[in-house]
């Protein structure tokens, strides 16, 4: 049984799956896996694996968008894991700007060591042309977010900020990134299943690989109702 379908686990899992069906942003490197040691060859199973650091379910480290920006390994760990505050933002439609209005009722949860997740209802799209035309934040968005004390900001869709495909003029430069970013703060995407934490009090956690220098990496992001050993 796949561990976030089974009943008796009080972790909730909000990671998809990785493999080569995964759905990337556009330009982002394959993945791909092969055996590389065998069973009966070797004695024990190892796969070689190629993947970006962006890949599936995964967290934005300052220098995938600022210029001497802090590494995935030179940040505190603190920013990976803290309470949730689940803002709906479900009435959005495709390629709709988030802006602050849509966020400012929630302002009053939002301090210091709180994690906002962003629930789109993307997830529902995942592996399908629409997953990209998701929402997403304004600058007006990002700057409240920031100015209320958040600095890790997590969503169930591909980017806090407007993704772009060949053809289509790009008109955001990636605000809502060099906003969060700049400030230290880091970003979840790919979230799945958040429909699960979206009533009541509950901690998440998505601890990154420790890749030195690294701008992102992926993770097995989870979540537990606050006040409950895992």
Known sequence: ????????????????????????YPGDPKFSSCPALTLEKDGFNVMSMSLGTHTGTHVDAPSHSIKDGASITALDLSLFQGPALVIDVRR???????????????????????????????SMYWKTPKYIDHPFLDRTAAEGLVKAGIRTVAMDSMSPDETVHEGMASTGNFIAHKV????????????????????????????????????????????WRTGQNS
Not at 109 to 122: A, S
Not at 193 to 222: C, H, Q, W, Y
């Open 92 to 122: 959005k439609q495709p390629r709709e700007q988030i802006i602050w209005e849509d966020l400012k009722p929630y302002e009053s949860q939002m301090q210091k060591g709180k994690i906002v997740v962003l629930y789109t209802g993307w």
């Open 180 to 223: 969060i970013l700049s400030e230290g703060g880091v970003i979840a995407e790919n979230l799945t299943n958040v429909e699960a934490i979206a009533d009541g009090d509950f901690t998440v956690s998505f601890m990154p690989l420790k890749l030195t220098d690294a701008d992102g990496s992926p993770v097995r992001a989870v979540a």
């Open 1 to 24: 049984m796949d561990a976030a379908l089974d009943p008796e686990s009080r972790l909730i899992d909000l990671s998809y799956h990785v493999d080569e069906s995964t759905q990337l």
